[in-house]
């Protein structure tokens, strides 16, 4: 790949953009918190003395101290955000509150990778099958198997993934059990055998199916549909018809190859709100991933915790989006070379 | 196009948008069922619909309780219309805030320009990449003890205000190049009479659009909140319904499955039909789209 000075001043441009992102979303945060009324310190220490644990008051001084870091209430303005800063950006959140002592990102770290893995396959899955499924239908706009798609794709775009993931638990679950209700694996082994794996997808295929039907049919293939259609209509494709060149070279070349770039950037766009969509999922499922950890955080108010979910999760979507923006170049020459 | 702006005209295309576009139909009719059973039916109700224990508990559906009862002792029609109109209060507090301040801000944005505008739609494009739920999760737990109809709304419009934004300003961009935006202010025309009579013309067919999607926009956040207990949880909304209903009372493990089903279908009505009223517009309003069928 030749690098140009269009592609320096590209990629300086979306590394500014990314850490300013974060920036910004974690100075909201941080003020966020600090306009919430009342003293959220005094609150979660009540709330732990009142469960009737009895603690060391020396633990409990500790962990005042270090919530009063936490949340950004000691020293100065200007010394909170910086140490509010400093504090995330090392991914320390303190100790979970429902899970005392246990630091809170330990936690995080433990369902990391079911997210991760529930995520990235399906977010691929419907990207992929979604773009192609749209490309044909949008390809052979007059077929009826593009028509019938375009029904059911109408009927469920706007539906978000928690929902559907409720109308698979009803068909599946109750009206035909064929899958589990809940949970990631029923079997505990410390070996990963054959039974392991298969146990595994078997309860990640409910999850999984609603966030591709939505994302596939929904997003990607609904856009991906349009962007055929225009793009059909362009003098060179129309150009290439009329050279002879054949229907396929010209879906896969001149159609299909212009669409992902557009597609890419969308899917930068979209990444907030498909991870928003996956952890609430997971939440329905009790899938144990970073949605399920949060459940449970907010249920016992375990502040921590749900600032460390939260935290992290934004400086990933940013982070994803970041790496799509470098891949970006890669795709498309026009930004390479200009 | 600029005749939208004038009062006695509405009714007109409300009329030709009505007859002539199939999506916008349908979905307008099913809306106004919704709203019918929200906003009529409510005041019906004979008892208190969020009391507990006022009817024998998992009754299945029948001719007395037309959507069986709870496990909590409620009819589950009577909370299925309480938390109709509860949910639409919501996404109408969100739509009123977020499609005006995106209004204004695109607007601003487009006309503006220079470092105006790239200031905007950098914050625009922050708040579009940020991963709204977890941020909006963090808030409503701080604020739980806080928490009504209309601070919720106004919680959710932090997020939902940057994609009507970005839209307002591409079409005030397209606009600007226009011959007769140049004589506007060539001609001396103050800047509000411009945004008045020149620019609000076009962009309003669109707001609408904005208005519309910020509402789908809203209803699925408040669900979303509302699954993890982040909502108006003694009170009465769909998200809040499923709360009770799956989170907490298993219902469809139970063998329940009305409890579940109602709240899930109104809301997948909900969404289908803005999301058709909001295609129908924008069909209406670009008839290139039309022709090809999108």
Do not use: C
């Not at chain 1, 225009?230 to 001149?254: C, F, P, Q, W």
């Amino acid at each position: 790949m030749r690098v140009s000075l269009g592609l320096i001043k590209y990629i300086a441009l979306r590394t500014f953009f990314y850490i300013f992102t974060i920036f910004v979303a974690l100075t909201v945060i941080f003020f966020l918190i600090r306009l919430a009324p009342g003293n959220p310190i005094e609150n979660i220490i009540e709330l732990m003395l009142s469960q009737g644990s009895v603690y060391d008051p020396e633990a409990i001084n500790m962990l005042r101290n270090s919530l009063y870091e936490m949340f950004g209430l000691k020293g100065s303005l200007f010394e909170q955000y910086i140490n509010f800063m400093r504090r995330l950006l090392v991914f320390d959140f303190g100790p979970s509150l429902s899970n005392f002592p246990t630091p809170a990102i330990e936690l995080i770290m433990m369902r990391l990778p079911w997210t991760i893995g529930l995520l990235s396959m399906t977010t691929i899955i419907s990207w992929m099958v979604g773009n192609l499924l749209g490309a044909l239908a949008g390809f052979f706009e007059r077929s009826k198997f593009s028509k019938i798609l375009q029904g059911i794709a109408l009927t469920l775009y706007p539906i978000p993934y928690y929902v559907m993931a409720l109308v698979m638990i009803f068909l599946f679950t109750y009206l035909i059990p064929l899958f589990p209700l809940s949970g990631g694996i029923s079997i505990l082994s410390e070996k990963i055998t054959l039974e392991v794996i298969t146990n595994l997808i078997w309860h990640a295929m409910l999850p999984a199916l609603s966030l591709i039907i939505i994302g596939t049919l929904g997003w990607w293939f609904m856009s991906s549909r349009t962007l055929t259609i225009n793009t059909k209509t362009e003098d060179y494709v129309t150009y290439a018809e009329i050279r002879g060149v054949s229907e396929n070279r010209i879906l896969r070349k001149y159609i299909i190859r212009n669409i992902l770039m557009p597609q890419v950037t969308a899917l930068g766009l979209a990444l907030g709100s498909i991870f928003s969509g996956a952890l609430l999922t997971e939440v329905i499922f009790a899938y144990p991933g970073l949605g399920d950890l949060l459940w449970r955080a907010i249920n016992a108010r375990d502040y921590n915790t749900i600032m460390g979910v939260t935290s992290l999760s934004t400086i990933a979507v940013a982070t994803a989006t970041y790496i799509l923006d470098l891949i970006y170049p890669l795709i498309d020459p026009r930004v390479r070379y200009k | 196009m600029r005749k939208i702006l004038l009062l006695k005209n509405i009714y007109e295309i409300f009329k030709s948008i009505y007859l002539t576009n199939i999506k916008f139909r349908i979905g307008f009719i099913i809306f106004i069922i919704i709203l019918f059973f929200g906003f009529i039916v409510s005041s019906f109700a004979p008892v208190d619909p969020t009391r507990w224990y006022t009817f024998p508990k998992d009754l299945p559906p029948s001719f007395e309780h037309p959507l069986g009862t709870t496990t909590m002792g409620r009819s589950v029609f009577w909370m299925l219309v309480e938390s109709i109109k509860k949910s639409l209060i919501i996404a109408f507090t969100t739509a009123m805030i977020a499609s005006h301040v995106g209004l204004f801000l695109g607007m601003i944005a487009g006309l503006k320009g220079g470092v105006v505008d790239k200031v905007l739609m950098m914050i625009t494009d922050v708040f579009i990449v940020i991963p709204s739920l977890p941020v909006l999760i963090l808030l409503v737990s701080l604020l739980k003890d806080y928490l009504n109809l209309y601070l919720l709304g106004a919680l959710i419009s932090i997020f939902s205000w940057p994609w009507p934004s970005r839209q307002i300003r591409g079409i005030v961009l397209s606009l600007r190049e226009r011959g007769f935006m140049k004589t506007a202010s060539l001609s001396g025309m103050p800047f509000f009479r411009i945004i008045l009579l020149e620019i609000m013309p076009f962009v309003l067919g669109w707001h609408l659009i904005n208005f519309t999607n910020t509402i789908l926009y809203s209803i699925s956040s408040e669900a979303g909140l509302a699954i993890l207990g982040l909502s108006l949880l003694s009170d009465a909304t769909l998200g809040v319904m499923i709360y009770w209903a799956h989170m907490q009372w298993y219902a469809l493990m139970r063998g329940i499955w009305w409890w579940v089903v109602s709240p899930v279908v109104t809301l997948i009505l909900i969404f289908t039909s803005l999301y058709l009223i909001s295609i129908g517009l924008s069909e209406y309003l670009n008839p290139r789209l039309r022709q090809r069928g999108a």
